[in-house]
């Protein structure tokens, strides 16, 4: 019987750390002074973390993507203020990284480019009306050498460096 009343002790207590949070992780939302919803998302000791949404003024979606200890992570999206996607790419440590994609004003790819924390580092390819019209080449954010065809492009570089 004393064994039972331990077991059955030792069974709730396993029960209540159950429930307990010890990651103190919560959904969270903010607002606008005016009632609107300003941002959601998950919070781990006081911190950002996991997937977040942020919002315009007028209700439409701005921004969505992951956190990490506070920083932005993995990919993210970004939207005008008449929900039409503006850029779209990959953050590491809250730094802008590798191939992005812009867009114009009715949504369409304007240009792709390579960045390097947040700086154009590699190429960057435009389009027009979603039609290929040139590539060009950074170095640290500095224009190096733009092609405007296929072939001079190819005759000088590898299509295995757009990777």
């Not at 005016?34 to 006081?46: A, C, F, K, P, V």
């Not at 950074?138 to 050498?145: A, C, R, T």
Request: proline share 1%; hydrophobic share 30%.
């Amino acid at each position: 019987m004393k064994l039972f009343k331990l077991f059955y002790a030792a069974l709730i207590c396993l029960g209540l750390l159950a429930f307990i949070n010890p990651e103190d992780k919560r959904y969270e939302r903010t607002y606008y002074d005016d009632g609107t919803l300003e941002s959601e998302g998950w919070i781990r000791y006081s911190t950002k973390t996991d997937y977040w949404t942020f919002y315009h003024p007028n209700g439409y979606k701005s921004e969505q993507g992951f956190y990490a200890y506070g920083k932005k992570e993995k990919y993210w999206f970004f939207f005008s203020e008449d929900r039409i996607r503006t850029k779209e790419g990959k953050f590491v440590e809250n730094k802008e990284i590798g191939w992005w994609l812009f867009y114009d004003k009715k949504g369409r790819v304007n240009h792709k480019c390579q960045l390097t924390k947040g700086i154009k580092d590699g190429y960057c390819l435009k389009y027009k009306d979603t039609k290929l019209i040139s590539a060009e080449k950074y170095s640290k954010g500095e224009k190096v050498k733009e092609w405007t065809s296929f072939r001079a492009f190819t005759s000088e570089n590898s299509l295995s460096d757009l990777k």
